[in-house]
Each structure stands twice: as structure tokens, then as C-alpha cells.
């Protein structure tokens, strides 16, 4: 079993920057795909970043340029580094992971979820 939990969401005005962390305990993240959703009001929960064990790295359209994940495998954390951000990148941001080699864009191919924390960017 892995736990995760994200921290770092608050309010920031347009063009700030935010960076979540998303802390992993039970186990480690070694062999795991990583990765971020969002999920606004009334909306789906979307894909907006993910990083493969092997190493690949992947955005949706609407974040890239803007966001970067990575992760420090020392400190069993994964990093999202928000910058540049709209009013429309307000939701709640969850972490996940999966064993999967790729387990792509939709959230039900993902296992591990966290708690969620919320971003709400102003104009």
C-alpha cells in the first residue's frame, strides 16, 4: 500500500506560482508512475501531469510550458511546479500513482490516490 499526501495548495492571484508536494509513506515511489489530476467544480476529474518510472515525462496541453513535475526519489516526493497561473487552473489537485509502466491520461488506470488540495487562482 502507498499513502500519499499532497500539500502546498492556497490562493495566489493570476501570474503567481504555486509548487504542490505530494509525500509518499508506506512505500516507496521506485517503480511507480506518478502523476497530478485536477478536478473543478461540477467538472471531471483531469489529467495534468504524470512521470513514468522509466522516465518519461507528460502534460496536458493546457498546463505545458507552465507546469513541471518531478520527483527526489531521497525524500519520496513528487513535486508540481505551478507557474504562470489562470483562473481557469483553479481546482483540486489530487496526486497519484500506479505500478503500471504508463497508465496514461484516465484516472481509473491509477490505484493510489491522495486527499486532495485545493488551488484557487484570482484575477
Known amino acids: 500500500q502507498v499513502q500519499l499526501v499532497e500539500s502546498g495548495g492556497g490562493l495566489v492571484q493570476a501570474g503567481g506560482s504555486l509548487r504542490l508536494s505530494c509525500a509518499a509513506s508506506?512505500?516507496?515511489?521506485?517503480?511507480?508512475?506518478v502523476g497530478w489530476f485536477r478536478q473543478a467544480p461540477g467538472k471531471k476529474r483531469m489529467f495534468v501531469s504524470r512521470?513514468?518510472?522509466?522516465?518519461?515525462?507528460y502534460y496536458a496541453d493546457s498546463v505545458k510550458g507552465r507546469f513541471t513535475i518531478s520527483r527526489d526519489s531521497a525524500k519520496n516526493t513528487v513535486y508540481l511546479e505551478m507557474n504562470s497561473l489562470k483562473p481557469e487552473d483553479t481546482a483540486v489537485y489530487y496526486c497519484?500513482?500506479?505500478?503500471?509502466?504508463?497508465?496514461?491520461?484516465?484516472?481509473?488506470?491509477?490505484?493510489?490516490w491522495g486527499q486532495g488540495t485545493q488551488v484557487t487562482v484570482s484575477s
Open positions: 497519484t500513482a500506479d505500478r503500471l509502466v504508463d497508465p496514461g491520461t484516465s484516472p481509473a488506470q491509477y490505484v493510489y
Open positions: 508506506g512505500r516507496t515511489f521506485n517503480g511507480y508512475t
Open positions: 512521470n513514468t518510472w522509466n522516465g518519461g515525462t
